[in-house]
Protein backbone atom coordinates (compact mmCIF):
# COMPACT_ATOMS: atom_id res chain seq x y z
CA UNK A 1 0.00 0.00 0.00
CA UNK A 2 0.88 3.60 0.21
CA UNK A 3 3.33 5.04 2.47
CA UNK A 4 4.31 8.60 3.49
CA UNK A 5 7.45 8.88 5.32
CA UNK A 6 8.49 12.12 7.42
CA UNK A 7 11.25 12.93 10.15
CA UNK A 8 9.90 13.52 13.58
CA UNK A 9 11.60 16.44 15.00
CA UNK A 10 12.81 19.55 13.56
CA UNK A 11 14.26 22.56 15.40
CA UNK A 12 15.24 25.68 14.17
CA UNK A 13 15.82 29.59 15.14
CA UNK A 14 13.71 31.61 15.03
CA UNK A 15 13.94 33.98 11.65
CA UNK A 16 15.67 31.28 10.19
CA UNK A 17 14.24 29.09 7.28
CA UNK A 18 12.61 25.89 8.03
CA UNK A 19 12.62 22.81 5.34
CA UNK A 20 10.13 19.82 6.29
CA UNK A 21 11.05 16.71 4.21
CA UNK A 22 8.44 14.06 2.95
CA UNK A 23 8.85 11.17 1.09
CA UNK A 24 6.12 9.25 -0.65
CA UNK A 25 5.95 5.28 -2.27
CA UNK A 26 2.60 5.43 -4.96
CA UNK A 27 3.93 6.73 -8.16
CA UNK A 28 0.32 7.45 -9.03
CA UNK A 29 -0.60 10.40 -6.37
CA UNK A 30 -2.24 13.15 -7.61
CA UNK A 31 -2.12 15.08 -4.82
CA UNK A 32 0.18 16.60 -2.32
CA UNK A 33 -0.81 18.00 0.99
CA UNK A 34 0.80 19.93 3.66
CA UNK A 35 -1.04 20.27 7.06
CA UNK A 36 -0.65 21.79 10.45
CA UNK A 37 -1.47 21.10 13.96
CA UNK A 38 -1.29 23.44 16.58
CA UNK A 39 -1.85 21.15 20.21
CA UNK A 40 -5.42 20.78 20.74
CA UNK A 41 -6.48 22.09 17.47
CA UNK A 42 -7.53 20.17 14.13
CA UNK A 43 -5.57 20.16 11.00
CA UNK A 44 -5.42 22.91 8.96
CA UNK A 45 -4.68 22.70 5.53
CA UNK A 46 -1.26 24.78 4.45
CA UNK A 47 -1.07 24.11 0.85
CA UNK A 48 -0.50 21.95 -1.74
CA UNK A 49 0.14 21.12 -5.02
CA UNK A 50 -0.71 18.92 -7.93
CA UNK A 51 1.44 16.40 -9.49
CA UNK A 52 2.27 18.26 -12.81
CA UNK A 53 3.76 20.88 -10.47
CA UNK A 54 7.56 20.99 -8.99
CA UNK A 55 6.78 24.31 -6.79
CA UNK A 56 4.14 26.43 -5.44
CA UNK A 57 5.02 29.31 -3.53
CA UNK A 58 2.56 31.17 -0.99
CA UNK A 59 4.02 34.07 0.81
CA UNK A 60 6.45 32.37 3.32
CA UNK A 61 5.53 28.87 2.28
CA UNK A 62 7.26 27.04 -0.70
CA UNK A 63 6.41 23.71 -1.62
CA UNK A 64 9.00 21.65 -3.98
CA UNK A 65 8.24 18.18 -5.79
CA UNK A 66 10.60 15.72 -6.72
CA UNK A 67 8.50 13.52 -8.87
CA UNK A 68 11.33 11.03 -10.07
CA UNK A 69 12.56 10.63 -6.37
CA UNK A 70 9.14 10.80 -4.81
CA UNK A 71 10.49 13.82 -2.44
CA UNK A 72 8.27 16.92 -1.22
CA UNK A 73 9.27 19.37 0.83
CA UNK A 74 7.83 22.30 2.72
CA UNK A 75 9.65 25.25 3.31
CA UNK A 76 8.81 27.96 5.73
CA UNK A 77 10.95 31.52 5.12
CA UNK A 78 11.39 33.24 8.56
CA UNK A 79 9.93 30.97 10.97
CA UNK A 80 8.11 32.51 13.91
CA UNK A 81 7.66 30.79 17.23
CA UNK A 82 3.91 30.98 16.16
CA UNK A 83 4.94 28.15 13.40
CA UNK A 84 5.61 25.55 16.39
CA UNK A 85 3.28 22.98 15.30
CA UNK A 86 3.61 19.30 13.87
CA UNK A 87 3.39 19.29 10.48
CA UNK A 88 2.12 16.30 8.19
CA UNK A 89 2.55 15.59 4.62
CA UNK A 90 -0.07 13.31 2.54
CA UNK A 91 -0.86 12.35 -0.84
CA UNK A 92 -3.95 11.33 -2.73
CA UNK A 93 -4.27 9.41 -5.61
CA UNK A 94 -8.08 10.29 -6.21
CA UNK A 95 -7.49 13.19 -8.08
CA UNK A 96 -10.20 14.30 -5.03
CA UNK A 97 -9.81 14.93 -1.29
CA UNK A 98 -11.73 11.89 -0.83
CA UNK A 99 -8.82 9.88 0.90
CA UNK A 100 -5.46 10.84 2.15
CA UNK A 101 -2.82 8.75 3.37
CA UNK A 102 -0.83 10.98 6.09
CA UNK A 103 2.72 10.92 6.93
CA UNK A 104 3.67 10.73 10.68
CA UNK A 105 4.10 14.41 11.03
CA UNK A 106 7.19 16.55 11.81
CA UNK A 107 7.15 18.23 15.16
CA UNK A 108 8.56 21.62 13.99
CA UNK A 109 10.11 23.43 17.29
CA UNK A 110 11.40 27.13 16.49
CA UNK A 111 13.79 28.30 19.27
CA UNK A 112 14.11 32.06 20.11
CA UNK B 1 -14.10 29.56 5.91
CA UNK B 2 -15.73 26.30 6.49
CA UNK B 3 -15.66 25.05 10.02
CA UNK B 4 -16.16 21.09 11.35
CA UNK B 5 -16.94 21.08 14.91
CA UNK B 6 -15.97 17.64 16.77
CA UNK B 7 -17.40 17.36 20.10
CA UNK B 8 -15.77 16.21 23.32
CA UNK B 9 -12.28 17.74 22.62
CA UNK B 10 -11.91 15.06 25.65
CA UNK B 11 -13.37 12.26 27.09
CA UNK B 12 -12.22 9.79 30.21
CA UNK B 13 -14.22 6.70 30.62
CA UNK B 14 -13.66 3.42 33.04
CA UNK B 15 -13.37 0.50 30.78
CA UNK B 16 -16.13 -1.81 29.21
CA UNK B 17 -18.49 1.59 28.93
CA UNK B 18 -18.96 3.22 25.62
CA UNK B 19 -18.14 6.78 24.57
CA UNK B 20 -19.80 9.00 21.42
CA UNK B 21 -18.08 11.11 19.55
CA UNK B 22 -19.94 13.70 17.58
CA UNK B 23 -18.51 15.05 14.31
CA UNK B 24 -20.31 18.24 12.82
CA UNK B 25 -20.05 20.33 9.95
CA UNK B 26 -21.21 23.69 10.70
CA UNK B 27 -21.58 25.56 7.07
CA UNK B 28 -21.78 23.06 4.58
CA UNK B 29 -23.43 20.15 4.19
CA UNK B 30 -20.83 16.87 4.00
CA UNK B 31 -22.35 13.37 2.43
CA UNK B 32 -19.05 12.20 3.73
CA UNK B 33 -17.21 12.23 6.31
CA UNK B 34 -13.96 10.71 7.51
CA UNK B 35 -12.99 9.01 10.73
CA UNK B 36 -8.57 8.87 11.85
CA UNK B 37 -7.25 7.86 14.92
CA UNK B 38 -3.54 8.89 15.76
CA UNK B 39 -1.39 7.28 18.13
CA UNK B 40 1.52 9.12 19.91
CA UNK B 41 3.83 10.13 16.74
CA UNK B 42 2.37 8.31 14.51
CA UNK B 43 0.16 8.64 11.59
CA UNK B 44 -3.15 9.58 11.21
CA UNK B 45 -4.79 6.43 10.74
CA UNK B 46 -8.04 6.20 8.48
CA UNK B 47 -10.44 4.15 10.20
CA UNK B 48 -13.81 4.43 8.20
CA UNK B 49 -15.51 6.33 5.71
CA UNK B 50 -18.96 7.40 7.11
CA UNK B 51 -22.00 8.26 4.46
CA UNK B 52 -24.87 10.13 5.01
CA UNK B 53 -27.82 7.79 4.63
CA UNK B 54 -25.76 4.44 4.15
CA UNK B 55 -23.50 2.24 6.18
CA UNK B 56 -19.87 3.46 6.98
CA UNK B 57 -16.85 1.44 5.10
CA UNK B 58 -14.15 0.19 7.51
CA UNK B 59 -10.76 0.28 6.65
CA UNK B 60 -9.10 -3.20 6.90
CA UNK B 61 -8.15 -4.06 10.24
CA UNK B 62 -11.02 -1.44 11.85
CA UNK B 63 -13.69 -3.68 13.92
CA UNK B 64 -17.02 -2.15 12.36
CA UNK B 65 -19.12 -3.82 15.63
CA UNK B 66 -16.19 -1.83 17.89
CA UNK B 67 -16.62 1.41 16.33
CA UNK B 68 -19.82 2.10 15.24
CA UNK B 69 -20.30 4.83 12.82
CA UNK B 70 -23.29 6.64 12.09
CA UNK B 71 -24.44 9.78 9.68
CA UNK B 72 -27.76 10.31 10.06
CA UNK B 73 -27.81 14.03 8.71
CA UNK B 74 -25.89 16.10 6.09
CA UNK B 75 -24.06 17.49 9.00
CA UNK B 76 -23.85 15.18 11.75
CA UNK B 77 -21.88 11.80 11.91
CA UNK B 78 -20.92 9.42 14.74
CA UNK B 79 -18.28 7.21 16.53
CA UNK B 80 -19.28 5.19 18.94
CA UNK B 81 -16.65 3.23 20.78
CA UNK B 82 -18.16 0.49 22.28
CA UNK B 83 -17.20 -1.35 25.36
CA UNK B 84 -13.57 0.46 25.75
CA UNK B 85 -10.70 -0.72 26.93
CA UNK B 86 -7.07 0.90 27.85
CA UNK B 87 -6.04 -0.15 24.35
CA UNK B 88 -8.62 2.29 22.63
CA UNK B 89 -7.10 4.99 24.21
CA UNK B 90 -6.02 7.39 21.19
CA UNK B 91 -6.93 11.11 20.19
CA UNK B 92 -9.60 10.58 17.53
CA UNK B 93 -9.85 13.07 14.71
CA UNK B 94 -12.45 13.44 12.42
CA UNK B 95 -12.93 15.09 8.71
CA UNK B 96 -16.19 16.38 6.71
CA UNK B 97 -15.63 16.61 2.51
CA UNK B 98 -17.35 19.84 1.03
CA UNK B 99 -18.43 19.31 -2.71
CA UNK B 100 -17.99 22.83 -4.07
CA UNK B 101 -18.02 21.80 -7.85
CA UNK B 102 -17.52 18.40 -9.92
CA UNK B 103 -13.60 19.15 -9.58
CA UNK B 104 -13.13 21.39 -6.23
CA UNK B 105 -13.78 19.89 -2.84
CA UNK B 106 -12.15 19.52 0.14
CA UNK B 107 -11.20 18.55 3.06
CA UNK B 108 -11.80 19.89 6.63
CA UNK B 109 -10.84 18.43 10.01
CA UNK B 110 -12.42 18.52 13.19
CA UNK B 111 -10.07 19.34 16.54
CA UNK B 112 -10.06 15.97 17.65
CA UNK B 113 -11.43 13.82 20.94
CA UNK B 114 -8.13 12.75 22.76
CA UNK B 115 -9.71 9.88 24.61
CA UNK B 116 -8.71 7.94 27.97
CA UNK B 117 -9.76 4.55 28.96
CA UNK B 118 -9.02 3.51 32.56
Known amino acids: GEDVEQSLFLSVREGDSSVINCTYT??????LYWYKQEPGAGLQLLTYIFSNMDMKQDQRLTVLLNKKDKHLSLRIADTQTGDSAIYFC????????????FGSGTQLTVLP | GAVVSQHPSWVICKSGTSVKIECRSLDFQATTMFWYRQFPKQSLMLMATSNEGSKATYEQGVEKDKFLINHASLTLSTLTVTSAHPEDSSFYIC??????????????FGSGTQLSVL
Open chain 2, 95 to 108: SAREVRSSTNEKLF
Open chain 1, 90 to 101: AESTSGSARQLT
Open chain 1, 26 to 31: DSSSTY
